[in-house]
């Protein structure tokens, strides 16, 4: 496509062979939705049928809430969220003088640059269920096995977000110090940290929403917490008590999530 400017010269808005790339990938993304479809029995009209089946659960089921089990959801939920306070402060303590290992702007030794940002990858490969089935047979059921999976894996989130933002900060004032000499530590103080230490904080905050989530998931396999709770309940089909069991977790959540986004624009 091609439009005529004043000077008589022709502009080219899309590059030759655009269209034909553009219709290659269509095709493609397509049949990977039409593949995965026939591959897991995905059904639409089967989906859609369900939501009537679901709100009557919702309806005969749930409602109305077991309020006498407020003071115990409660509870497990603070327990829930010290697991996820504690695992989330202790990734911040563990990933913060890793993540420059993981960051080619201070480790300039290729070999452990690469070394690292392969194990740090190779650890957020397990997912966080499988990291917790691991704890749980080394130390047993428990809030401990939680903490520990959730801090593994947390810092090893932290180390590649951070260690990101670290490569793209302004290289002015690194630049500035080495040129007077600096050394490492003195770069890492005056040239990064200042630039750094919002951005972390943030993803610290944003950590512990995640993980605040994953506490709950991670109780259905022995982490401790409200998921315990959760599946105890939903064995005893007693849906009430679930339904109280959601409501907390929803108020407590959504206050939670409020606060950490807040903060977290005012920092950034």
Do not use: C
């Not at 603070?78 to 993981?102: C, G, K, Q, V, Y």
């Not at 050394?183 to 993980?211: A, F």
């Amino acid at each position: 496509m091609e439009i005529q400017s004043n000077n008589s010269n022709r502009v080219t808005l899309f590059k030759k062979g655009f269209f034909l790339k553009f219709v290659i990938i269509v095709i493609l993304v397509a049949g990977l939705y039409l593949y995965s479809v026939r591959q897991t029995n995905a059904s639409l009209p089967r989906m859609f049928a369900s939501f009537p089946l679901f709100f009557r659960m919702l309806r005969e089921d749930f409602w109305p809430p077991d309020f006498a089990y407020f003071s115990t959801a409660l509870n497990q939920l603070i327990e829930t969220f010290n697991i996820a306070l504690i695992s989330t402060t202790l990734a911040a303590l563990l990933a913060f003088p890793l993540l420059f290992l993981s960051s080619s702007t201070v480790n300039r030794h290729p070999l452990s640059y690469r070394s690292f940002r392969f194990i740090m990858t190779v650890i957020r490969s397990v997912p966080n269920i499988i990291m917790v089935v691991l704890m749980v047979a080394v130390v047993g059921l428990g809030s401990v096995s939680g903490i520990l999976a959730l801090t593994i894996y947390s810092a090893a989130v932290l180390i590649k977000l951070t260690s990101e933002s670290v490569e793209t900060i302004d290289g002015r004032p690194i630049l500035a110090i080495k040129a007077i000499g600096g050394n490492t530590p003195q770069v890492i103080r005056y040239g990064i940290l200042p630039q750094l230490m919002p951005l972390y904080l943030s993803h610290i905050l944003y950590m512990l929403e995640i993980n605040l989530k994953a506490s709950v998931v991670l109780g259905f396999v022995g982490a401790g917490g409200i998921g315990q709770l959760i599946r105890r309940q939903m064995s005893l089909f007693r849906y009430d008590r679930l339904g109280m069991i959601i409501f907390v977790l929803f108020i407590v959540i959504s206050i939670i999530d409020y606060i950490s986004q807040t903060v977290r624009s005012r920092l950034v």
